[in-house]
């Protein structure tokens, strides 16, 4: 190949390939790109810290649910003796104490954000309601009659649902 072949080639390549730039340039686009990543490493730490504490926030919340879901069923009991004590005929003072404990425990898993799910007269919600069975009403469909069992929320969430007779038609 001669010199002139060579001379031209380089010129084509040259032709192809990016403008040179100043170092000057160079540095800038560097320091512009560094500074890109360390703001999106500072946003990124900062969603980091949002995103756990939240986490912590909910893992204290809920952290009882266990618990208070086997106080459920006591609590349920509490009801059915005082019916019972009620019918049987047991002293004022025996039905009164037993309203003053079981009053206790609602007081404490109120204090620890427990709510109960109304149920009655209300229309029938899947997310909180649990149908167990459908009887036939003049009213509107879909309406609860009868509540079986108590449901349940923990700081909004369903730990337990109401078990429902729901109307028909």
Request: cysteine-free; hydrophobic content about 35%.
């Amino acid at each position: 190949m001669t010199k002139k072949k060579k001379k031209d080639e380089l010129k084509t390549v040259a032709k192809e390939l990016p403008p040179e730039k100043p170092e000057a340039d160079l540095l800038k686009e560097q320091v512009e790109e560094n500074k890109n990543k360390y703001l999106r490493a500072l946003a990124d730490l900062d969603n980091y810290k949002k995103r756990s504490a939240l986490e912590k926030e909910q893992f204290v919340q809920f952290a009882n649910e266990n618990l208070i879901s086997e106080l459920l069923p006591v609590l349920d009991g509490y009801g059915r003796a005082m019916q019972a004590a009620e019918k049987s005929g047991a002293s004022e003072e025996m039905i009164k104490g037993l309203a003053l404990i079981r009053k206790q425990l609602e007081d404490a898993l109120k204090k620890h954000g427990i709510e109960e799910i109304e149920a009655l007269g209300k229309p029938y919600d899947p997310n909180v309601h649990e149908a167990i069975m459908q009887k036939e009403d003049g009213g509107p469909e879909g309406i609860i009659l009868e509540e079986a069992q108590k449901g349940y929320t923990l700081h909004g969430r369903v730990i337990r649902p109401s078990m429902v007779i729901v109307s028909k038609k």
